[in-house]
């Protein structure tokens, strides 16, 4: 694992089928709008040793037009809303910033959790993001102070606190501790 | 030390070992082991959507508004 600069890291890694999955899911959704991978997702990317049976994604809100695009697209690549299956439908539930799930036809898991920037910390997450490049291709993760903070401040389950002691040790040379404490401070303002 | 504490004390020490192990072995190697975890899981990976629902507590299909 290169940490190539503040913004990009090169994982020379043998893609699990969650990475497959995600790789294949990012490939249409960056077409309609800017997103960001947030959550489990990022520690397992960087080695952590566990699975996660979502994906948790950011996105930019969309118009309604562009979601049809992309919800068109997203089925004729075999994967469904596991919501509902109406677009109209789906598209509310984002607009009251509900998350929606999608996975491919007749699975359930692994699944993508797709959800609009809701408030400061997301917007935060998508316009302060890292490239993470992989053999077929890559992946905008958000920036991994922030990950650590909201992990260790707000989650606090022992699985968010294992996956931030992670990020953590894999990312030591690199993290900016006083960037942790400030995000922490915003946090417990926010929360 | 409890069985609760002792447990805890073990699962730390593993994720911290494994950190390190990732932090100072190819990607290659340590990305297999992680595979098999994860490949196998999702392999076995068997629910429906009624089940998936139940088991995230998002009644009716949906999570309710204050998420993540």
Known sequence: MKFIDKKTIEINRELSELDKFTLDFVKILKKYTNYVLVSGYVSILLGRARVSEDVDVIIQRIDFSTFQALYKELKKNNYYCLNAEKESTIYDYLSNNLAVRFAKKDKTIPNIELKWVKHKFDKLAIEDTIDVKLSKGDLKISNLELQIAFKEEILKSPKDLDDANHIKEVAKEYLDKKLIQKYKGMLRGFY | MGFIEENEKERKSFVRK???????????????????????????????????????GETNFVKYKDYR
């Open chain 2, 18 to 56: 494994w950190a390190k192990y990732v932090r100072t072995h190819s990607d290659k190697d340590w990305s297999k082991q992680q595979n098999v975890i994860i490949n196998s899981a999702l392999k076995s990976a068997n629910m429906t959507r009624e089940q998936f629902f139940k088991m995230k």
